[in-house]
């Protein structure tokens, strides 16, 4: 038992010995005071000014303050583990089953090194790092952490290599999902600040993403995709989204707004929607609208039966439910309305309202096509008792034009103001 307690007082008095070198303020925030050790000690100097320390069996280890108080750190590890302190650079070294506890922060790995001069852990080997504060966990096979300091860092970081995983949540809530970021390198900034690269992933159920590179501040709510961008609705929210870049916006944690820009192009069941940026609006899980714009590419909506396209658009989707598309500047409507040609009636004017409407099935369907200001219309006119028949053709121009459908076919056209045009009948059959 004396010989016991000998050694662990002769180990705590090697562990308190000063740091060489130590930072402005004469004194590490922390200097490694061993608490505990299950085997050996030995202690040896190779050089004048060189200590080396070195403990099995099992050790404890936490901080100490300057003024020989605990400091937040606790460190410890299993039966059959060890450490190796250098005295004189002030770092410490463990080996096996480590476990890694300050006042932010729990991690455990199969090494760890301490760095007492600039408060820096770097673990590896089945990494595990838990904020104690939101809950957030890391996994991965390695990661560097810098505590908070007084005078040094007001905010702790780390960073990740080797493609970890990170279940990041901004506030501890098991109500609250996390976003899944996976990279090949992460770097987290306090509990809100997180960049990530090299193939990164983003996904919720709600929510995914991938590109090159992510920016993720969950103290505003923003979120940026930089480089073969993509992001997607999940669950009953179905679309997906490409561009360059993708900036995203977060609301009490529920994604509320998307925007792609460069080479934008967004698809949801119904329609695909290109342009050089394209936004989406979101409330409830649900898409609400869409807005398009751009130079090099002008924005254009395409259904399986319509295209509508002009120099800037907007899309009303209430709940995920197409009610209406406007486009301006030279805007133009197209409408294939016989599957066995290659013809479309067309609408074109300064200003284009196409609005749509649910049949019985609950199917959407065209109910309003206006085009106003410089407004042109092309449509045919097919005979119902002959549908082998050649179409009537009509031209009309004005100031305003307001065609209303039926069963996606034109019912009634009326032109406005300066109005003209030309209306053609096929030759009508000889009667035999």
């Not at 180990?11 to 303020?25: E, F, I, S, V």
């Not at 890391?138 to 960073?159: C, E, F, N, Q």
């Not at 709510?221 to 997906?240: C, K, M, Q, R």
């Not at 039926?406 to 059959?429: F, I, S, W």
Request: net charge negative; aromatic share 8%.
């Amino acid at each position: 038992m004396r010989s016991a307690y000998a050694i662990h007082c002769l180990l705590a008095a090697l562990m308190m010995l000063p740091t060489l070198g130590a930072r402005a303020q004469d004194m590490p925030d922390c200097v490694v005071h061993l608490d505990y050790t299950g085997g050996k000690g030995v202690r040896a100097e190779p050089a004048p000014g060189r200590v080396r320390f070195y403990a099995g069996g099992g050790v404890r280890w936490s901080c100490r303050r300057p003024d020989g108080t605990r400091g937040p750190i606790q460190v410890w590890s299993g039966a059959s583990d060890s450490v190796a302190r250098y005295m004189e650079i002030g770092r410490a070294d463990f080996v096996g089953d480590v476990h890694f506890r300050d006042s932010t922060v729990e991690l455990t790995a199969d090494r760890a090194s301490y760095f007492e001069r600039d408060d820096r852990l770097v673990a590896d080997g089945n990494v595990r790092l838990v904020n104690l504060e939101t809950g957030s966990v890391l996994t991965g096979p390695t990661l560097t952490y810098w505590r908070a300091v007084a005078k040094v860092r007001d905010t702790s970081s780390l960073y990740a290599t080797r493609r970890p995983l990170v279940e990041y949540r901004s506030i501890k809530d098991p109500d609250v999902e996390p976003y899944l970021i996976r990279a090949e390198r992460v770097r987290l900034t306090g509990n809100e600040i997180a960049h990530a690269g090299g193939a990164v992933t983003i996904d919720r159920s709600d929510f995914s993403a991938k590109g090159d590179s992510t920016e993720l501040d969950l103290n505003v709510g923003e979120g940026l995709l930089i480089g073969h961008a993509e992001a997607g609705g999940a669950d009953s929210v179905s679309y997906s989204l490409r561009g360059r870049r993708i900036a995203f916006r977060l609301v009490d944690d529920q994604l509320n707004w998307v925007q792609a820009q460069g080479r934008a192009d967004a698809t949801s069941a119904e329609w695909r929607m290109v342009g050089d940026t394209i936004e989406l609006s979101l409330a409830d899980g649900n898409l609400q609208a869409a807005q398009m714009w751009g130079d090099s590419t002008r924005p254009e909506a395409m259904s399986e039966t319509y295209t509508v396209v002009g120099d800037s658009m907007a899309v009303d989707i209430p709940n995920q439910l197409l009610t209406e598309v406007r486009a301006f500047g030279r805007a133009r409507a197209t409408a294939k309305t016989d599957s066995l040609s290659n013809e479309y009636d067309w609408m074109a004017g300064d200003t284009l309202f196409v609005r749509f409407d649910s049949t019985a099935t609950g199917e959407r369907t065209l109910s309003e096509l206006i085009a106003a200001g410089n407004a042109q219309a092309f449509y045919r006119i097919f005979d119902e008792e002959d549908s082998t028949a050649a179409p009537a053709l009509n031209y009309s121009r004005g100031l305003r034009i307001v065609a209303l459908f039926k069963d996606d076919t034109v019912d009634k056209v009326e032109v406005m103001g300066a109005a003209d045009g030309v209306y053609l009948e096929p030759k009508k059959k000889p009667i035999p």
